[in-house]
């Protein structure tokens, strides 16, 4: 065996001692050191990019939103209420009946995947670094 085997054989065998006699043993003084010096020399600060994918997201909602603005502008008081009363219309259609079972469908699977997006990033822990 080589000798950086053999000092992490030795390594792991007196931290597996230590652990095994918590809180009775302390570590050995020259485990702190030796510990941060691999770590400072393993982990260098992560650049901060941006990829293609970030960009065309937010190419994306800037659009929507515009749109939005958009859209909100162009429609007048009349135009609200013609459009109100051809979903009115369209509900009380009885041959409407399977569009209005997958618009509340495509709810329910709207609703669903927030509640699943809200659960994957609650997991997550947001707290910011001292190198930041």
């Known amino acids: 065996m080589n000798n950086q085997h053999d000092i992490n054989h030795i390594t792991d065998a007196i931290i597996d001692d230590a652990l095994?006699?918590?809180p009775l043993a302390n570590?050995?003084?020259t485990l702190l050191p030796a510990i941060m010096t691999r770590i400072e020399t393993l982990?260098?600060?992560?650049?901060?990019?941006?990829?293609?994918f970030d960009y065309a997201i937010s190419l994306f909602g800037a659009g929507m939103v515009g749109l939005v603005?958009?859209?909100?502008?162009?429609?007048?008081?009349?135009?609200?209420?013609?459009?109100q009363a051809q979903i009115l219309i369209g509900?009380?259609?009885?041959?409407?009946y399977f569009?209005?079972?997958a618009l509340s469908g495509g709810a329910a699977l709207t609703i669903m995947a927030v509640f699943v997006a809200l659960g994957i990033f609650s997991?997550?822990?947001?707290?910011?670094t001292a190198d930041w």
């Open 20 to 22: 095994k006699t918590y």
């Open 27 to 29: 570590p050995p003084d």
């Open 43 to 52: 982990s260098s600060a992560p650049r901060f990019r941006l990829s293609w």
């Open 69 to 83: 603005f958009l859209l909100w502008e162009q429609f007048s008081l009349p135009t609200f209420v013609w459009f």
């Open 91 to 96: 509900i009380q259609h009885p041959g409407l």
């Open 99 to 101: 569009l209005w079972i």
């Open 123 to 128: 997991r997550f822990d947001f707290q910011p």
